[in-house]
Nanobody, 124 residues
Framework: QVQLVESGGGSVQAGGSLRLSCAAS????????MGWFRQAPGKEREFVAAAMWSGSTYTADSVKGRFTISREYAKNTVYLQMNSLKPEDTAVYYC??????????????????WGQGTQVTVSS
């Protein structure tokens, strides 16, 4: 079993920045893709970014150029640096661990573990 603990959410004004962290425990995730999803009220959960074991990353078009995912293997931790935040980025953000070494965009059906979610609120 893998436990994911997220931190770093909060409230910020448009144009501001936040950094989310997700620490995994239970086993080493050296080859599993880790990523972030988000879910806004009344909307489906959507992919945000992924970090592959190779070091490659992939971000959704909606956040490209503003959000950066990174991974610290020694700490089994993944980060999401969010800059130039917009009100439409308001959502609960979920850390996720895929069941394998997937590349590119992730879908919910390949996720084995989810974090508890952390709220990000961006005001205009």
């Amino acid at each position: 079993q893998v436990q994911l603990v997220e931190s770093g959410g909060g409230s910020v004004q448009a144009g501001g920045s936040l950094r989310l962290s997700c620490a995994a425990s239970g086993r080493t995730l050296s080859t599993n893709t880790m990523g972030w999803f988000r879910q806004a009220p009344g909307k489906e959960r959507e992919f945000v970014a992924a970090a592959m074991w190779s070091g490659s990353t992939y971000t959704a078009d909606s956040v490209k150029g503003r959000f950066t995912i990174s991974r610290e293997y020694a700490k089994n931790t993944v980060y999401l640096q969010m800059n130039s935040l917009k009100p439409e980025d308001t959502a609960v953000y979920y850390c996720a661990v895929a069941r394998g070494a997937y590349s590119g965009s992730l879908t919910s059906n390949v996720i084995d573990y989810w974090g508890q979610g952390t709220q990000v609120t961006v005001s205009s």
